[in-house]
């Protein structure tokens, strides 16, 4: 708790804000890191083209699979490089979480912890991440505080 009247009480604020700022850009590293590399790794898999990334979509028996599976790939490369750089926080972490619904209802189907790597846990914890940056935003090292900024001058941005 900080009180304001306090002796070194906006020392302890400026702190608290900085480590705030740093995990969010820790965070959002680290999901935007995970989420480009799944989409090189579906890619290469995939054989190398987006419509093989379709035709992977297909024979895993999702709906569409030859339209969502190149829009999956792009998504997640985009939306990742996106999350690194702090731009669109709120959007792309609200469709990277659905997006990780839509993995756990059609590909990630095993029991949790399933012992042939189908289980959902780590698209739950991807999409619960996700879903936390969307709330809290950016932070200060993010573009979205830097665009806020200096269109509404003043406002305070997550």
Do not use: C
Not at 14 to 36: C, K, P, Q, W, Y
Not at 64 to 75: C, D
Not at 126 to 154: E, K, N, Q, T, Y
């Amino acid at each position: 708790m900080i009180f304001a009247g306090l002796p070194g009480a906006g020392h302890h604020a400026s702190t608290v804000s900085l480590v705030h700022d740093l995990v969010l850009l820790l965070a959002r590293i680290g999901l935007g890191v995970l989420m480009v590399v799944h989409a090189k790794l579906e890619y290469d898999f995939a054989g190398g083209s987006i419509t093989g990334v379709g035709a992977l979509f297909q024979k895993s028996g999702v709906p569409l699979g030859a339209v969502a599976g190149p829009a999956n790939v792009l998504f997640e490369f985009i939306g990742g490089a996106a999350m690194i750089l702090g731009l669109a926080v709120l959007p792309v972490g609200v469709l990277m979480a659905l997006n990780m619904v839509g993995a756990w209802i059609f590909v990630h189907t095993g029991g949790l912890y399933a012992l042939d790597h189908t289980g959902p846990e780590l698209v739950i914890a991807i999409g619960l991440l996700s879903l936390v940056l969307a709330v809290s935003g950016s932070g200060r090292f993010g573009f979205d505080h830097l665009l806020i900024s200096r269109v509404r001058p003043g406002v305070r941005t997550a």
